[in-house]
């Protein structure tokens, strides 16, 4: 199906998103999906036209090595309470289904793992998340797992051992999306070498751009580009703007001490460590400067540039960040977003392709890799 045939499109962009924490969110506070303050939830999706998001169950590393799979079952399972069962989004696992979802008026949730560590190094949990309905996972968070390594910690596999090839092996054939946010640039090279699938980079922006780690370099823009691959633009500022970047970074070397001294007496508690950390970055964000969506703009246009327009899409990050563009705070705010594209000169057929088509042609790519079509 082409996008110009897509039956439920009509006037407005399909607008879908590769990235967000809400799930996290909504295991930790007694909040609904219905409307509360997270970044995402049903009544600001409708207003900002969006029709599908993957929903990253994320689990701190703080958990590895031994209590990563079961708090990430809990994040699912909020997930599943929260917003599928009540019926306020449809959980989906095939470009079919979503588009089904979104012609009846729904919410389309795919769900993903965000960082490898959740496995707990078995390709039987993977194959366990697979069966409850879970597309994809990012294979790393911030930390090495021990058979990939993160863009944030000292390298230690250099690429991937062995088990991280079986495991991005089985990811391929099972047709799950293997996305390399967060992986070092040489973990990333490695996952282009071991599969021949598409791969994404959810929720990552241009390293030339913002200088920093997280960032991907020109030459992995143009090689997932070349595979038929995705990179989602991330809205955190951080990611956006190297000055950024180094203020928050500046006010965790201020605040270490002081966290140092919270965290005592308390080190083997992931979740009191975890959320102490989260409530640093809170005020470590604070007199940022301002970043806008034209900013994030740019971010686009370099992908772009680099490998062409059907590259890049969406990967907002929304609810696992503490700040966002001035002019885009929450999913309310995409038609913004759209504006400024149009503005920036992008032509309409483009836009759509950015704000969600993009994604879908590549979760359908995914979806015959693992089929052998």
């Not at 701190?60 to 599928?84: M, N, Q, S």
């Not at 863009?151 to 088990?163: E, F």
Request: a positive charge; glycine letters at 10%; one cysteine or more.
């Amino acid at each position: 199906m082409s996008p110009r045939t897509i039956p439920w499109e009509g006037r407005s962009p399909f607008i879908f998103d590769a990235h967000c924490d809400t799930a996290s969110v909504l295991a930790d506070k007694p909040w609904g999906f219905r409307r509360s303050p997270a970044h995402i939830d049903l009544r600001k999706a409708r207003a900002g036209g969006l029709k599908a998001q993957v929903f990253a169950v994320w689990v701190d590393p703080l958990f590895a090595p031994r209590r990563a799979l079961k708090r990430g079952l809990e994040v699912l399972r909020a997930l599943e309470d929260k917003v599928f069962a009540p019926g306020l989004a449809v959980k989906v696992a095939s470009v079919a289904a979503m588009d089904e979802a979104v012609a009846a008026g729904k919410l389309a949730g795919w769900v993903f793992l965000e960082g490898g560590h959740i496995i707990e190094d078995s390709l039987e949990v993977l194959d366990v998340f697979r069966s409850l309905g879970v597309s994809g996972m990012t294979l790393t968070h911030g930390k090495n797992v021990s058979w990939a390594d993160s863009s944030t910690d000292a390298p230690r596999a250099r690429g991937l051992t062995a088990l991280g090839r079986r495991i991005v092996a089985r990811m391929e054939r099972t047709g799950m999306a293997i996305d390399v946010a967060h992986v070092s640039d040489a973990t990333a090279r490695a996952v282009l070498r071991a599969v021949s699938a598409p791969v994404m980079a959810s929720h990552s922006n241009a390293r030339r751009l913002c200088d920093v780690p997280r960032n991907l370099s020109d030459d992995l823009i143009r090689a997932i580009a070349r595979r038929g691959g995705f990179i989602g633009v991330n809205v955190h500022p951080a990611f956006i703007r190297r000055r950024v970047y180094d203020q928050i970074e500046g006010a965790f070397a201020r605040y270490g001490k002081e966290m140092k001294e919270r965290a005592r007496g308390r080190e083997d508690d992931p979740r009191f460590l975890s959320d102490l950390e989260w409530k640093y970055f809170q005020k470590a964000v604070k007199g940022n400067d301002p970043v806008a969506s034209d900013d994030l703009i740019d971010h686009v246009v370099h992908i772009a540039s680099l490998g062409g327009i059907d590259c890049v899409g969406l990967g907002s990050d929304f609810d696992g960040i503490a700040s966002t563009p001035v002019d885009l705070r929450h999913a309310g705010d995409y038609p913004a977003l759209a504006s400024g594209l149009r503005r920036r000169g992008f032509r309409e057929g483009e836009v759509r392709k950015v704000l969600g088509l993009n994604l879908r042609k590549f979760m359908r790519r995914v979806e015959r890799a693992g089929s052998g079509r």
